[in-house]
């Protein structure tokens, strides 16, 4: 590229392609002429392969959870850019996810041009740039972001980007947040200024995992060997999926079970038998964590709900996780006796290091241990299964899931299934049964819509595995499903998505339920949660990518339209199909 057109985009652009990044997901706006241009002259003499390959995603939540989804599956920062103010607070709920969920994702906004008399190449000349000029644009996200700053001038453009995705990527990860003014990033630049040595990205890299301290490795230890019903609990320890094996070889040592609460990842085998079951709302006391004498919670934000389960108060708590104290939570507790902050693959190794070399403890005990847990497990296997039995002519979830897992059994390729089920979380988990790290994922938060641009950047990072999202009716249009699936058809990006079409809300129903189980809403199924009147919602990603698109609403129906779906994916084309499940209300 000419040096008379390097410009601070242009040493953007590239300091994007330095730290990693192979996807900018775009919503452009008047704040993005020089990046406009700087792609358009990278094209033109044959040097855009210096720049991350450009993806333009219609809404700004889609462009995000796109970013995130790329991310979960590879470890890296992908950059989102987007309009000034407005577009910044279209990410929002998608930004909360990636915040509570530690994805590292950088984030681009332009900020109205700072002069108005044509001062510098491109000052104001639209009405808009009145309007959305605002006074603290960065405050609107700086609840969710880990570092945020202005580009002020493009001579230190790289050694600025160079710290964000220094920031976003070390422990506990998470979002970045720059802006800069139309004039800054219009700005001319001397190429070899713009690349000092000071700059270098090798001297910016994240920080290394950390471990445990040799006393707490040994606390911990001593207190798994000595107890006779340890137990350990974790959320998201499978975000490093090389840390599940890890985990594996650590409970079978001592006959561990583990429970996965509230997982957004794959943590533990759902087929081992030291896999001791899940926790979401689940409403009654879970016996396996009442029996525990020692609990290791190892990576988790919620690993129990007080109010409704809970274990002893004679039980020894240890709290191993990247962010130990919850330090962006103002409310949460574990009563613990250690809290250590480390990395949980890290610190599953230290504690199999020290356990495999200490005195053996009577392995007899640890024989009838295992025993008991597996023969527990294999109960509960069997119970789930007598729950996927359909159900006369009513569709229930368990069958669903069931169908959806035994048909994804049969492929010779790589799967990996979003979840977004909300109300359906656990029969997701306990009935998909996934094995495979790395193949089942969540969005990390709470804020609904993740699934739809999350498909995509997963595609793009995989684009040999078979991506499936399973997805209740309003995650689905949180998920501005006509912009999701437009890019999906535009790029190439096939996936299938299956709703769980209940014609509702059924959370917020529970969450009614819960405080008020004899109110008048329950008496009257009075609940404001109904979709009624149905909506065809695969036709909107059919009008939007053409997609293979389904209703169903029997039993006998669902092998044969899963497969069919399938099929479509895996021939190149997008796929929703939308399963008719019992209704949320009869209001």
Same mark, same amino acid.
Request: glycine fraction near 8%; charged fraction near 20%; include cysteine.
């Given at each position: 590229?000419?040096?008379?057109?390097?410009?601070?985009?242009?040493?953007?652009?590239? $300091?994007?392609?330095?730290?990693?990044?192979?996807?900018?997901?775009?919503?452009?706006?008047?704040?993005?002429?020089?990046?406009?241009?700087?792609?358009?002259?990278?094209?033109?003499?044959?040097?855009?392969?210096?720049?991350?390959?450009?993806?333009? @995603?219609?809404?700004?939540?889609?462009?995000?959870?796109?970013?995130?989804?790329?991310?979960?599956?590879?470890?890296?920062?992908?950059?989102?850019?987007?309009?000034?103010? @407005?577009?910044?607070?279209?990410?929002?709920?998608?930004?909360?996810?990636?915040?509570?969920?530690?994805?590292? &994702?950088?984030?681009?906004?332009?900020?109205?041009?700072?002069?108005?008399?044509?001062?510098?190449?491109?000052?104001?000349?639209?009405?808009?740039?009145?309007?959305?000029?605002?006074?603290?644009?960065?405050?609107?996200?700086?609840?969710?972001?880990?570092?945020?700053?202005?580009?002020?001038?493009?001579?230190?453009?790289?050694?600025?980007?160079?710290?964000?995705?220094?920031?976003?990527?070390?422990?506990?990860?998470?979002?970045?947040?720059?802006?800069?003014?139309?004039?800054?990033?219009?700005?001319?630049?001397?190429?070899?200024?713009?690349?000092?040595?000071?700059?270098?990205?090798?001297?910016?890299?994240?920080? $290394?995992?950390?471990?445990?301290?040799?006393?707490?490795?040994?606390?911990?230890?001593? $207190?798994?060997?000595?107890? %006779?019903?340890?137990?350990?609990?974790?959320?998201?320890?499978?975000?490093?999926?090389? %840390?599940?094996?890890?985990?594996?070889?650590?409970?079978?040592?001592?006959?561990?079970?583990?429970?996965?609460?509230?997982?957004?990842?794959?943590?533990?085998?759902?087929?081992? /038998?030291?896999?001791?079951?899940?926790?979401?709302?689940?409403?009654?006391?879970?016996?396996?964590?009442?029996?525990?004498?020692?609990?290791?919670?190892?990576?988790?934000?919620?690993?129990?709900?007080?109010?409704?389960?809970?274990?002893?108060?004679?039980?020894?708590?240890?709290?191993?996780?990247?962010?130990?104290?919850?330090?962006?939570?103002?409310?949460?507790?574990?009563?613990?006796?250690?809290?250590?902050?480390?990395?949980?693959?890290?610190?599953?190794?230290?504690?199999?290091?020290?356990?495999?070399?200490?005195?053996?403890?009577?392995?007899?005990?640890?024989?009838?241990? =295992?025993?008991?847990?597996?023969?527990? !497990?294999?109960?509960?296997?069997?119970?789930?299964?007598?729950?996927?039995?359909?159900?006369?002519?009513?569709?229930?979830?368990?069958?669903?899931?069931?169908?959806?897992?035994?048909?994804?059994?049969?492929?010779?390729?790589?799967?990996?299934?979003?979840?977004?089920?909300?109300?359906?979380?656990?029969?997701?988990?306990?009935?998909?049964? @996934?094995?495979?790290?790395?193949?089942?994922?969540?969005?990390?938060?709470?804020?609904?819509?993740? !699934?739809?641009?999350?498909?995509?950047?997963?595609?793009?990072?995989?684009?040999?595995?078979?991506? &499936?999202?399973?997805?209740?009716?309003?995650?689905?249009?949180?998920?501005?499903?006509?912009?999701?699936?437009?890019?999906?058809?535009?790029?190439?990006?096939?996936?299938?998505?299956?709703?769980?079409?209940?014609?509702?809300?059924?959370?917020?129903?529970?969450?009614?339920?819960?405080? =008020?189980?004899?109110?008048?809403?329950?008496?009257?199924?009075?609940?404001?949660?109904?979709?009624?009147?149905?909506?065809?919602?695969?036709?909107?990603?059919?009008?939007?990518?053409?997609?293979?698109?389904?209703?169903?609403?029997? /039993?006998?129906?669902?092998?044969? %339209?899963?497969?069919?779906?399938?099929?479509?994916?895996?021939?190149?084309?997008?796929?929703?199909?939308?399963?008719?499940?019992?209704?949320?209300?009869?209001?």
């Amino acid at each position: 590229m000419s040096s008379s057109w390097y410009t601070t985009s242009t040493a953007f652009l590239e $300091a994007l392609r330095e730290v990693g990044v192979d996807y900018v997901f775009a919503n452009l706006g008047s704040d993005h002429p020089g990046i406009v241009e700087a792609y358009a002259q990278a094209r033109d003499d044959g040097t855009d392969g210096r720049f991350p390959d450009l993806i333009i @995603c219609p809404h700004e939540s889609v462009a995000f959870s796109a970013a995130q989804g790329y991310a979960q599956v590879t470890g890296r920062a992908q950059a989102v850019i987007v309009h000034v103010e @407005c577009g910044t607070q279209n990410i929002g709920g998608m930004l909360h996810n990636a915040a509570k969920g530690r994805v590292p &994702v950088l984030i681009f906004a332009g900020s109205s041009p700072m002069t108005q008399h044509g001062e510098l190449t491109g000052s104001r000349n639209e009405f808009i740039q009145w309007i959305q000029d605002v006074h603290d644009q960065r405050g609107i996200v700086r609840g969710y972001t880990k570092y945020d700053n202005e580009i002020r001038t493009g001579e230190n453009v790289k050694q600025l980007l160079h710290r964000a995705a220094q920031i976003a990527a070390s422990d506990p990860a998470g979002p970045v947040y720059l802006v800069g003014a139309r004039e800054v990033m219009e700005q001319r630049l001397d190429p070899e200024r713009a690349n000092r040595s000071e700059y270098a990205l090798d001297r910016y890299g994240a920080v $290394a995992p950390g471990g445990l301290a040799p006393q707490t490795v040994e606390q911990i230890g001593e $207190a798994l060997l000595r107890a %006779a019903n340890p137990l350990i609990v974790t959320s998201y320890l499978g975000t490093d999926p090389a %840390a599940v094996p890890a985990l594996v070889e650590l409970s079978e040592l001592l006959a561990i079970p583990v429970i996965e609460s509230v997982p957004m990842r794959l943590n533990f085998p759902a087929d081992h /038998p030291l896999h001791a079951g899940y926790q979401w709302n689940t409403p009654a006391q879970n016996p396996v964590l009442a029996a525990a004498d020692v609990v290791l919670v190892l990576g988790s934000d919620v690993p129990w709900i007080p109010t409704k389960n809970r274990p002893t108060e004679h039980a020894r708590v240890f709290v191993v996780d990247i962010d130990p104290l919850k330090e962006q939570m103002p409310l949460w507790h574990v009563p613990a006796e250690v809290f250590a902050r480390a990395d949980p693959g890290t610190a599953v190794r230290q504690l199999t290091g020290f356990v495999a070399g200490s005195t053996p403890i009577e392995s007899g005990s640890v024989a009838v241990r =295992y025993a008991a847990v597996a023969a527990e !497990h294999n109960r509960r296997t069997g119970e789930l299964a007598r729950r996927e039995r359909p159900d006369g002519e009513r569709i229930t979830p368990e069958f669903l899931v069931a169908s959806v897992r035994e048909q994804l059994s049969e492929l010779d390729e790589d799967v990996i299934v979003l979840s977004e089920a909300i109300s359906n979380y656990q029969v997701v988990n306990e009935h998909l049964r @996934c094995t495979t790290p790395g193949g089942l994922i969540g969005s990390g938060g709470g804020s609904l819509g993740w !699934h739809a641009g999350a498909a995509i950047g997963v595609k793009l990072a995989r684009p040999d595995a078979l991506v &499936v999202s399973l997805v209740g009716d309003g995650s689905y249009l949180f998920g501005v499903p006509a912009s999701a699936q437009w890019v999906a058809r535009r790029y190439g990006i096939p996936s299938l998505t299956i709703i769980f079409d209940n014609e509702g809300w059924k959370s917020p129903k529970l969450s009614t339920l819960g405080v =008020y189980p004899d109110g008048a809403a329950a008496a009257n199924d009075d609940f404001n949660v109904s979709f009624a009147p149905e909506a065809d919602l695969p036709g909107i990603a059919a009008a939007a990518s053409g997609a293979w698109a389904r209703t169903i609403a029997s /039993p006998g129906e669902v092998p044969v %339209a899963v497969k069919e779906a399938l099929d479509a994916v895996r021939s190149g084309r997008p796929a929703v199909l939308s399963v008719r499940v019992e209704a949320v209300t009869e209001s």
